[in-house]
């Protein structure tokens, strides 16, 4: 009897299938047998595109004469061994006699479409091939996906734009990634990583980054006054000149203190006003990805990590890589049975009885098939239950986002009244910003009820619940003092404000409907943009401080050393992101952007080998070696009294620690001081304690010197022990001694 054989993403998925499929399966390694079906699965990527040598040998060698590669006919090979026992046991599935027709289980996105499409040329199969497209991984939705098998004929677009999309990485990032080595390796320890979507995501951080670096602080003032009207009614106020807050200078501010100090005021303008707030649109990737980034300072990776479990172990979720932030038409039905599976919970029971007592939907600014390509966005699912005590913190976490904003997208408008008063003392204007909440309409899905203050600060002054005022009414200046401050540089992008960057091509656009209509340009996918950011970590362009991505010195020159080039164009990159979207609609042929892609990285090679040929990275002067005295330069792999041209005494910091690199800043201060002050940006211990550094210099014949750190389980595998001081040699590294390093 003939089988159909279902090829899925990952072994849970599998095994998922499985259980829905009729009959019982039998487990074999890689795969489950079953009377009418053959489940296996891949493992995430099992092929990828091959290196350069599988096209010719001469290719092992890095040669600006070779370049630009750009193979007329792509090879695939298996990635690793691990891949390849998979990748076995799926090729002898796919030989069977018994089996007559293959189904694509995949992820239902471009990624899932390459992973299969990859697969099945690498095994040389020719059997007729069915997708299947799940939103979702309940039973039901399950067993509607397996009655709905598409063509894959139908799918040949998405397949086109994954191939290209891939191949296009490959053309760009490997002859960029090459040319720029050869022309910087003597400036550079290792290979200068250049992409066609890293590059630019890493020039919007490092301009960043060049901004801060500019910036000089000013010095402002302002001026804060407690007044007071009959009966205690009490409030506060900044003094504008005009819309401005900000003084000049301490004399200017001083003879307002001294002015208003003991006086009494006219509340000269008394301005309320109404304000609706409407719900926030549901949640596709990046917007969960923001969001939790803003609320719990998850990584984009974190946080895609957890949306997946919660869709593939856990049921709860429906696709989660989706770009979309919409639901299509036959949908409808759906809503009120998920509010009604969500209200279980106490959490969310209030929330879930508003929704199912509306006799008509708002589903206006909810359902929008124009908007939904491959997938709707995130919402839980419709499930016999979802296994909220099954679920980790993290997936916790992000299942209550995705709940709350399902619920809250259904209720009607927040109100706030905003009222704005000027107090005017001895000819001085003081603002006052007063805010309450009137209904907590989507709001209250959060907890929030009205009369609610919500407080803020900024150089207007703060927000605050304001007591009954009048017009023309006089007040006493009960209290009025001056505060100096500095302007501030321009923030560094945390994860969630970088995503938010890449879904507009780099442009700032706060307002939510027009971030919408930006998508089609944008660096990446939702479903790649969290590797994007982890690619350029694991590179050392970048490094994690607390919730900031701040950028090396490695990072910072090669965006300096491109320029304006096109490749750190983010405007660019979203174009072909445009363009590789029109490929999925059939509106633009995968040769047209194949070509051009091409022609751009024939280009860029060419000005790479012009523009790099003389560049070489400053090096920074770090003062006088401890140890004897010569002046101290960075070099490509450390920090050293010692070249070519004076050997020193040897004494050298080397750049490569624990895994991870010191900066010149922080060898600067081990040289200076023989101790950091604070922990040493990007080097954490197993248990995710961060540590200092040390310069520890042991004087006498055999001089040597070590970096150390201050927290002993950072070495491999250590327990930590009771005092946190200390340090651990594991994580040192000693200079040889002077005669040697002669």
């Known amino acids: 009897m003939a089988k159909t054989l279902v090829i899925a993403e990952k072994p849970s998925v599998g095994q998922d299938l499985a259980r829905v499929l009729p009959g019982a399966f039998t487990k074999g390694e890689g795969f489950l047998d079953g009377p009418d079906h053959v489940v296996s699965w891949a493992v995430g990527h099992l092929v990828q595109l091959a290196d350069p040598e599988e096209y010719d040998p001469k290719f092992k060698k890095w040669r600006m004469a070779d370049l630009p590669i750009a193979p007329e006919r792509f090879k695939l090979e298996v990635r690793d061994e691990r891949s390849r026992k998979q990748m076995t046991v799926i090729k002898r599935q796919l030989g069977r006699d018994d089996v007559d027709l293959v189904v694509n289980a995949c992820d239902a996105g471009r990624e899932g479409e390459l992973i299969f499409a990859y697969v099945y040329e690498k095994a ?226 209030a929330g879930s009885e508003y929704v199912l007592g509306l006799d008509v939907l708002p589903l206006g600014r909810v359902v929008n098939d124009a908007k939904v390509e491959d997938h709707h966005a995130i919402i839980p699912t419709r499930a016999e239950r979802h296994p909220v005590d099954k679920m980790k913190p993290d997936e916790l976490k992000i299942y209550d986002l995705v709940v709350r904003r399902f619920l809250a997208v259904f209720h009607p408008e927040a109100v706030f009244e905003n009222t704005r008063v000027e107090t005017t003392v001895a000819s001085h204007v003081f603002r006052t910003r007063g805010k309450v909440m009137l209904v907590p309409g989507w709001r209250g899905v959060y907890g929030e009820e009205a009369d609610a203050e919500r407080p803020a600060e900024d150089d207007e002054g703060r927000e605050q619940r304001l007591p009954k005022l009048e017009r023309d009414e006089q007040v006493d200046v009960r209290k009025v003092d001056l505060e100096e401050k500095v302007t501030q540089p321009p923030r560094r992008y945390s994860e969630g404000s970088l995503l938010a960057a890449m879904e507009t091509a780099g442009k700032l656009v706060d307002e939510e409907e027009l971030r919408e209509a930006m998508k089609d340009s944008g660096i990446g996918t939702p479903a790649t943009r969290a590797a994007i950011i982890e690619r350029l970590l694991d590179v050392g362009y970048v490094e994690r401080e607390a919730r900031a991505l701040v950028v090396t010195e490695k990072g910072i020159n090669v965006i300096r050393f491109l320029g304006e080039h096109q490749l750190t164009s983010p405007g660019m990159t979203g174009d072909w992101e445009r363009r590789l979207g029109r490929i999925e609609r059939g509106e633009e042929s995968r040769k047209s952007f194949m070509g051009d892609i091409v022609e751009f990285t024939r280009g860029t090679v060419e000005e790479l080998d012009v523009k790099l040929k003389e560049v070489r990275v400053p090096r920074a002067n770090l003062g006088p070696c401890p140890v004897c005295g010569r002046d101290i330069v960075e070099n490509r792999k450390g920090f050293s009294c010692w070249s070519k041209e004076d050997p020193g005494c040897g004494f050298v910091i080397w750049k490569g620690k624990a895994g991870k690199t010191l900066n010149a800043a922080v060898a600067k201060e081990l040289i200076e001081h023989g101790r950091t002050a604070k922990p040493v940006t990007g080097f954490k211990s197993r248990n995710g304690r961060s540590f200092r550094a040390r310069l520890a210099i042991q004087q006498g014949e055999d001089e040597k010197w070590r970096v150390e750190f201050d927290e002993p389980w950072a070495r491999e595998g250590a327990k930590p022990p009771e005092q946190e001081e200390g340090a651990t040699d594991a994580a040192s590294e000693t200079a040889p001694a002077p005669a040697a390093a002669a």
Request: no cysteine; net charge positive.
């Open 124 to 349: 040389g199969a020719k059997k007729p091939v069915q997708r299947l497209w799940l939103n979702s991984m309940t039973t039901q939705a399950i067993k509607e996906a397996f009655e709905h098998l598409r063509p894959a004929e139908e799918l040949a677009n998405l397949e086109a734009a994954a191939r290209s999309r891939s191949e296009a990485d490959w053309i760009v990032g490997m002859n960029a990634t090459r040319a720029a080595t050869i022309r910087l390796r003597s400036s550079f320890d290792g290979a200068v990583s250049l992409g066609r979507v890293q590059t630019p995501t890493l020039a919007i951080l490092a301009r960043r980054e060049e901004e801060i670096r500019a910036f000089v602080p000013e010095p402002y003032w302002v001026v804060d006054a407690t007044f007071a009207a009959t009966g205690e009614r009490v409030y506060e106020g900044r003094f504008h000149a005009g819309a401005n807050p900000r003084i000049a200078s301490a004399d200017e501010a001083t003879a307002i203190v001294e002015a208003a100090r003991g006086q009494t005021g006219v509340i000269t303008k008394l301005e309320k006003t109404t304000r609706k707030e409407r719900a926030p649109l549901l949640y596709d990737l990046t917007t969960l990805q923001r969001e939790a980034n803003s609320r719990f300072g998850f990584s984009a990776r974190r946080t895609l990590g957890a949306a997946q479990s919660l869709y593939e172990e856990h049921k709860a979720l429906t696709y989660p890589r989706t770009s979309s932030r919409y639901l299509t038409g036959d949908m409808v039905p759906e809503i009120k049975p998920i509010a009604r599976l969500v209200g279980e919970r106490a959490e969310y029971r």
